[in-house]
C-alpha cells in the first residue's frame, strides 16, 4: 500500500515528529539486540552523545558529542561551570531535548568529577551522568 500525503495549499507545509526507533543498546553484555523508541531511544541517545568526544570521529557531525579533553589539569572551580555548559550544550542540538537541569558534582575519589542531571525530553525525564577525569 502506498502511503497516502496530505495535499496541501500552495506554500504551506507539513510537519511531522518522526519516530525515535534506533537499534538497542545492550550496554550489560555489550551487544545490540533489538530496538528501542521513545524514552528507551531517548535514554541511549543521551549515552551515545556524552560518550563521545567531539571532534573527534569524522563519522560525527561537528555538532555531535562532547568537548572533555581540554578539561585535564584544570581547577575544579573552573571545570565544574563548564562542564555544565557543554552537557547542555551537547544534549540541547537534539530536538527532542527541552532541557538540562539539577546538576550535581561529586568528587567520588582524586582526579574524578562525576555529574548528575536531568535531561527533560518530550517523552518524559532522565536521570543522567558523566563522570570526568580532571
Same mark, same amino acid.
Given at each position: 500500500?502506498?502511503?497516502?500525503?496530505?495535499?496541501l495549499?500552495?506554500?504551506?507545509w507539513?510537519?511531522?515528529i518522526?519516530?525515535?526507533?534506533?537499534?538497542?543498546?545492550?550496554?550489560?553484555?555489550?551487544?545490540?539486540?533489538?530496538?528501542?523508541?521513545g524514552?528507551?531511544?531517548?535514554?541511549?541517545?543521551?549515552?551515545?552523545?556524552?560518550l @563521545?568526544? %567531539?571532534?573527534?570521529? =569524522?563519522?560525527?557531525?561537528?555538532?555531535?558529542?562532547?568537548?572533555?579533553?581540554d578539561?585535564? /589539569? !584544570?581547577?575544579?572551580s573552573?571545570?565544574?561551570?563548564?562542564l555544565?555548559?557543554?552537557?547542555?550544550?551537547?544534549?540541547?542540538?537534539?530536538?527532542?531535548i527541552?532541557?538540562?537541569t539539577?546538576?550535581?558534582?561529586e @568528587?567520588? %575519589?582524586?582526579g574524578? =568529577?562525576?555529574?548528575?542531571?536531568?535531561?527533560?525530553?518530550v517523552?518524559?525525564?532522565?536521570? /543522567? !551522568?558523566?563522570?570526568v577525569?580532571?
Amino acid at each position: 500500500m502506498t502511503p497516502q500525503t496530505p495535499i496541501l495549499p500552495e506554500g504551506e507545509w507539513a510537519v511531522s515528529i518522526q519516530p525515535t526507533h534506533t537499534h538497542r543498546m545492550r550496554r550489560a553484555d555489550e551487544t545490540i539486540a533489538g530496538r528501542a523508541d521513545g524514552l528507551p531511544a531517548m535514554e541511549q541517545a543521551v549515552y551515545k552523545a556524552l560518550l @563521545t568526544e %567531539r571532534f573527534q570521529y =569524522l563519522i560525527y557531525s561537528a555538532d555531535y558529542g562532547i568537548e572533555t579533553l581540554d578539561l585535564y /589539569g !584544570q581547577p575544579i572551580s573552573y571545570v565544574c561551570p563548564e562542564l555544565e555548559r557543554r552537557i547542555t550544550e551537547a544534549l540541547m542540538c537534539d530536538e527532542r531535548i527541552t532541557d538540562v537541569t539539577d546538576f550535581v558534582f561529586e @568528587t567520588p %575519589r582524586h582526579g574524578v =568529577l562525576h555529574v548528575l542531571f536531568t535531561v527533560h525530553t518530550v517523552f518524559g525525564e532522565i536521570e /543522567g !551522568q558523566r563522570e570526568v577525569e580532571i
